[in-house]
């Protein structure tokens, strides 16, 4: 039996699955691992991020995928922070990370966990290594020690403190960690192979001195543990049955084998897969604290970062971020995505979801004048057309409007099927309205359109079958209310800033036109209640919801993505 045929069949316990979806490797290795009883049927995943920094789209990808495979397969989450360096820590990461990973849908349920509550089990296991003869106390400097580490096609060589006793080892073990020693006099290091042919095996490092505080652990450790010792031990402690990771991982997975094997204690598999490269953005930490810490964006949550919390500030929904995870599929190889294909995610989520608005970001006043001067009425106007249980809502409409300057031409090619003198167009739910002409200030430009409007077209239909080519959107200008419109562009000029082989420094690649400020739009009277959370689409514009920073007297709205054809053809 093909494995395509029996995936069908079993997705019959799993409400999780689209039908007949052909698994990737990573469901192929877990359903194998159910079957053979490797783990007694247990699925228990882990995203074990490191908290110094705010997470990026990068890591969305590892959240959904761990805690996607958990759900698929009725297992556990677990969220860990790997908070094994006590110099770049901070518990403002520790908080955002969670509040990212909840607000993404990943649900870790009580298991919280964090690497420094297991500083004292890590350290046992240390001393039992030492007791094997499987690791020493070194006194080699960390530059000696890289030095002395070989090349591609030299051994390493090994260190003169390679051969110290077991007592001598445990001896100074604990005196490295009652801090007798300077930072950076003595290291415990593994005693494994200097001539392998993987550089992980040379002896590596698993202790360092470092008389720092730790954000958790405070003062009572003056001696941690690598990143390569103790990753390993937490997926272990933890009992996780497939440790998913990047593939720069895939180097390190036969140090992690070894030091499990070592000390003969519960085996979780590592599974590597290609992480997310996205154009026109970086997703290092160290460059994007560098962006924030420099002030080239506002913060962590700038909506032109790839962070979640930017893309969260942006407008973005959790559905939108699964769904383009989803949508990128898990694969061994590293590609880069095309930004497209996240803004097409959103897109394809709010077009379904987000109310339908007015709003005008270039406003250019029309006069209606054969309107009566002191008469409102209410237009009809439907919600949202994807989804008829949205309803509808009044939009007020008056002698004065404010319409897109670009909706009006004075001298407008033949296809033109906006305003221009002689013309008809719909306004949107209200009238067909015939632009007369239009009054210039001394520069020449154009302040005023007057027009004149068919009362027989109420609702936006000709009762004599009459057609009009163009529909534009409008907002009465004595009901409209102000608002600070955002709009957002790429923040780096060229598809890849981060081109290792280009010695020009990324920041030079920053996009001058990312933000856009557009300080006095008119929108219609009902987004003045607008929540932030709140998502809506202003009709022929694209995607908004109301800022952070937006208050009653001061309304902000960023612009979460453009329209698909639409924008360019307006702006
Ligand atoms: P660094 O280790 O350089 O600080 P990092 O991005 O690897 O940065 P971690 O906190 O270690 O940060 O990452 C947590 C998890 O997220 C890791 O398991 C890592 O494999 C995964 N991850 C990080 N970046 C990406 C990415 N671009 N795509 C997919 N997964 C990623
Ligand atoms: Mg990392």
């Given at each position: 039996?093909?494995?395509?045929?029996?995936?069908?069949?079993?997705?019959?316990?799993?409400?999780?699955?689209?039908?007949?979806?052909?698994?990737?490797?990573?469901?192929?290795?877990?359903?194998?691992?159910?079957?053979?009883?490797?783990?007694?049927?247990?699925?228990?995943?882990?995203?074990?991020?490191?908290?110094?920094?705010?997470?990026?789209?990068?890591?969305?990808?590892?959240?959904?995928?761990?805690?996607?495979?958990?759900?698929?397969?009725?297992?556990?989450?677990?969220?860990?922070?790997?908070?094994?360096?006590?110099?770049?820590?901070?518990?403002?990461?520790?908080?955002?990370?969670?509040?990212?990973?909840?607000?993404?849908?990943?649900?870790?349920?009580?298991?919280?966990?964090?690497?420094?509550?297991?500083?004292?089990?890590?350290?046992?296991?240390?001393v039992d290594l030492i007791k094997k003869g499987k690791a020493y106390v070194c006194d080699l400097a960390p530059d000696?020690?890289?030095?002395?580490?070989?090349?591609?096609?030299?051994?390493?060589?090994?260190?003169?403190?390679?051969?110290?006793?077991?007592?001598?080892?445990?001896?100074?073990?604990?005196?490295?960690?009652?801090?007798?020693?300077?930072?950076?006099?003595?290291?415990?290091?593994?005693?494994?192979?200097?001539?392998?042919?993987?550089?992980?095996?040379?002896?590596?490092?698993?202790?360092?001195?470092?008389?720092?505080?730790?954000?958790?652990?405070?003062?009572?450790?003056?001696?941690?543990?690598?990143?390569?010792?103790?990753?390993?031990?937490?997926?272990?402690?933890?009992?996780?049955?497939?440790?998913?990771?990047?593939?720069?991982?895939?180097?390190?997975?036969?140090?992690?084998?070894?030091?499990?094997?070592?000390?003969?204690?519960?085996?979780?598999?590592?599974?590597?897969?290609?992480?997310?490269?996205?154009?026109?953005?970086?997703?290092?930490?160290?460059?994007?604290?560098?962006?924030?810490?420099?002030?080239?964006?506002?913060?962590?949550?700038?909506?032109?970062?790839?962070?979640?919390?930017?893309?969260?500030?942006?407008?973005?929904?959790?559905?939108?971020?699964?769904?383009?995870?989803?949508?990128?599929?898990?694969?061994?190889?590293?590609?880069?995505?095309?930004?497209?294909?996240?803004?097409?995610?959103?897109?394809?989520?709010?077009?379904?979801?987000?109310?339908?608005?007015?709003?005008?970001?270039?406003?250019?006043?029309?006069?209606?004048?054969?309107?009566?001067?002191?008469?409102?009425?209410?237009?009809?106007?439907?919600?949202?057309?994807?989804?008829?249980?949205?309803?509808?809502?009044?939009?007020?409409?008056?002698?004065?409007?404010?319409?897109?300057?670009?909706?009006?031409?004075e001298d407008a090619p033949k296809k033109y099927y906006r305003l221009s003198p002689g013309r008809e167009v719909r306004?949107?739910?209200?009238?067909?309205?015939?632009?007369?002409?239009?009054?210039?200030?001394?520069?020449?430009?154009?302040?005023?359109?007057?027009?004149?409007?068919?009362?027989?077209?109420?609702?936006?239909?000709?009762?004599?079958?009459?057609?009009?080519?163009?529909?534009?959107?409008?907002?009465?200008?004595?009901?409209?209310?102000?608002?600070?419109?955002?709009?957002?562009?790429?923040?780096?000029?060229?598809?890849?800033?981060?081109?290792?082989?280009?010695?020009?420094?990324?920041?030079?690649?920053?996009?001058?036109?990312?933000?856009?400020?557009?300080?006095?739009?008119?929108?219609?009277?009902?987004?003045?209640?607008?929540?932030?959370?709140?998502?809506?689409?202003?009709?022929?514009?694209?995607?908004?919801?109301?800022?952070?920073?937006?208050?009653?007297?001061?309304?902000?709205?960023?612009?979460?993505?453009?329209?698909?054809?639409?924008?360019?053809?307006?702006?």
């Amino acid at each position: 039996m093909s494995k395509d045929i029996e995936k069908t069949e079993s997705a019959g316990d799993n409400e999780n699955r689209e039908e007949g979806r052909v698994l990737h490797f990573i469901e192929q290795i877990i359903e194998e691992d159910n079957r053979s009883g490797k783990f007694d049927q247990r699925v228990h995943t882990r995203f074990p991020p490191e908290p110094n920094g705010y997470l990026h789209i990068g890591h969305a990808k590892a959240i959904c995928l761990s805690s996607s495979m958990a759900k698929e397969y009725h297992g556990q989450f677990n969220l860990r922070f790997d908070d094994t360096n006590p110099v770049k820590e901070e518990t403002e990461y520790v908080e955002s990370i969670k509040e990212d990973v909840r607000w993404l849908g990943a649900d870790w349920e009580d298991r919280i966990f964090f690497a420094s509550d297991y500083f004292q089990q890590m350290y046992d296991y240390a001393v039992d290594l030492i007791k094997k003869g499987k690791a020493y106390v070194c006194d080699l400097a960390p530059d000696q020690i890289r030095e002395m580490r070989g090349t591609p096609t030299e051994p390493g060589k090994p260190s003169p403190w390679r051969d110290r006793s077991v007592d001598e080892n445990l001896d100074l073990f604990e005196r490295m960690k009652n801090g007798e020693f300077p930072d950076g006099s003595k290291t415990l290091r593994a005693k494994i192979d200097m001539g392998s042919p993987n550089f992980n095996l040379r002896d590596p490092i698993m202790y360092r001195i470092l008389h720092s505080d730790h954000h958790r652990t405070g003062n009572k450790w003056c001696i941690y543990p690598m990143y390569d010792w103790a990753h390993g031990l937490e997926d272990s402690i933890e009992r996780i049955t497939h440790s998913l990771c990047t593939l720069e991982f895939e180097h390190h997975r036969p140090l992690y084998d070894w030091f499990l094997d070592q000390l003969g204690i519960y085996h979780p598999q590592q599974i590597e897969f290609a992480r997310l490269n996205l154009n026109y953005t970086v997703m290092s930490k160290r460059k994007l604290l560098e962006l924030v810490k420099g002030n080239y964006v506002s913060g962590w949550d700038d909506p032109r970062m790839p962070t979640i919390s930017g893309l969260r500030r942006r407008g973005y929904t959790p559905e939108s971020i699964q769904d383009f995870c989803r949508k990128i599929g898990i694969a061994k190889f590293n590609g880069i995505i095309d930004f497209t294909v996240l803004e097409n995610s959103i897109r394809d989520d709010l077009n379904k979801t987000a109310g339908r608005r007015m709003g005008v970001l270039h406003p250019l006043k029309v006069i209606i004048d054969n309107y009566p001067d002191d008469q409102t009425e209410e237009m009809e106007a439907t919600n949202n057309p994807e989804n008829p249980a949205d309803g509808s809502r009044k939009v007020p409409f008056s002698k004065v409007l404010y319409v897109e300057q670009d909706d009006f031409m004075e001298d407008a090619p033949k296809k033109y099927y906006r305003l221009s003198p002689g013309r008809e167009v719909r306004l949107r739910y209200a009238y067909y309205i015939t632009c007369l002409n239009c009054v210039k200030d001394e520069q020449g430009n154009v302040v005023e359109v007057h027009c004149t409007y068919d009362p027989a077209t109420r609702g936006g239909s000709s009762p004599d079958g009459r057609k009009v080519s163009g529909t534009i959107h409008w907002v009465s200008a004595a009901h409209a209310i102000n608002a600070e419109v955002r709009l957002y562009d790429r923040l780096f000029k060229v598809p890849n800033p981060d081109d290792p082989s280009d010695p020009v420094d990324y920041k030079e690649y920053l996009n001058p036109e990312s933000l856009q400020i557009i300080e006095n739009a008119k929108l219609e009277p009902e987004l003045g209640s607008a929540k932030p959370s709140e998502h809506f689409q202003f009709e022929r514009i694209g995607y908004f919801t109301p800022d952070k920073d937006s208050k009653p007297d001061h309304l902000v709205f960023n612009r979460t993505a453009s329209l698909r054809d639409s924008w360019k053809k307006m702006m």
